[in-house]
C-alpha cells in the first residue's frame, strides 16, 4: 500500500524559514517523480513544484521560484521542501503527490499524502 | 502562461447527470493530458478521471471524461448522482512549455 505521510508544518513569522518532508513507502521510490502542491484555507489546489526521479531536474511554480527547493533523497525514501523567505500568502496546507509516470514526469498526481499545515503569521 | 478555468459551482438533482468543464486558456488541452480529482471536506484529492478519460479501479462508471478539441475543454460527467459525489472537483493537466503544473480553479458540486 502507498503511504505518503507530511510533516514540518508549524507556525513561522514572515521571512522566516521551514523545511517539510514527506516520507513514503509501498512503492519503489526512487522509479518516481514527486510533486507539493499547496491549498490555502477555502482555497483550490496549487501545484508548487516537482522533482524528477534522481533528483536531476526540478521545476517551480512562479510564486515560489527563487525562494523554496525541492530535494529528494532516494536512500531514505523521503522528499524535501526547504521554505524560505516566508510569506503570508504562503500559508496552506501542503501535499506530497506521487508522479505516476514510471521513469519520467506524467504530472499525474496518483497517491497524495494527507498534508502538512504551514502558517505564516507573526 | 496555459490556465485551466471551471465554474465555480453546479447543482443537480439525485439520479441526474451533471458535467463540469474546464476550458483551456491557449494552445490545444488535447495536447497533454487532463486528470480529475474529487476533494470531499477535510480530505485529501482522489482520482476520478486520469489521462482525459481513463478511470482509475474502484471509481464507477458513473464518471465519464471527455475532450473536445472545438472548444478547447475537458468535461467530467456524473451520471445517476448520489448525494456522496457532493464535493469539489478539480481539472489538472501541465504547461509543456514550462514543465509546470496546472490546476483549475475547482468546481464545488452540490447534489440536492
Known sequence: ?122 | NFMLTQPHSVSESPGKTVTISCTGSSGSIASNYVQWYQQRPGSAPTTVIYEDNQRPSGVPDRFSGSIDSSSNSASLTISGLKTEDEADYYCQSYDSSNQRGVFGGGTKLTVL
Open chain 1, 1 to 122: 500500500e502507498v503511504q505518503l505521510v507530511e510533516s514540518g508544518g508549524v507556525v513561522v513569522q514572515p521571512g522566516g524559514s521551514l523545511r517539510l518532508s514527506c516520507a513514503a513507502s509501498g512503492f519503489t521510490f526512487d522509479d518516481y517523480a514527486m510533486h507539493w502542491v499547496r491549498q490555502a484555507p477555502g482555497k483550490g489546489l496549487e501545484w508548487v513544484s516537482l522533482i524528477s526521479w534522481d533528483g536531476g531536474s526540478t521545476y517551480y511554480a512562479d510564486s515560489v521560484k527563487g525562494r523554496f527547493t525541492i530535494s529528494r533523497d532516494n536512500s531514505k525514501n523521503s522528499l524535501y521542501l526547504q521554505m524560505n523567505s516566508l510569506r503570508a500568502e504562503d500559508t496552506a496546507l501542503y501535499y506530497c503527490a506521487k508522479d505516476n509516470g514510471d521513469g519520467y514526469n506524467s504530472y499525474y498526481f496518483d497517491y497524495w499524502g494527507q498534508g502538512t499545515l504551514v502558517t505564516v503569521s507573526s
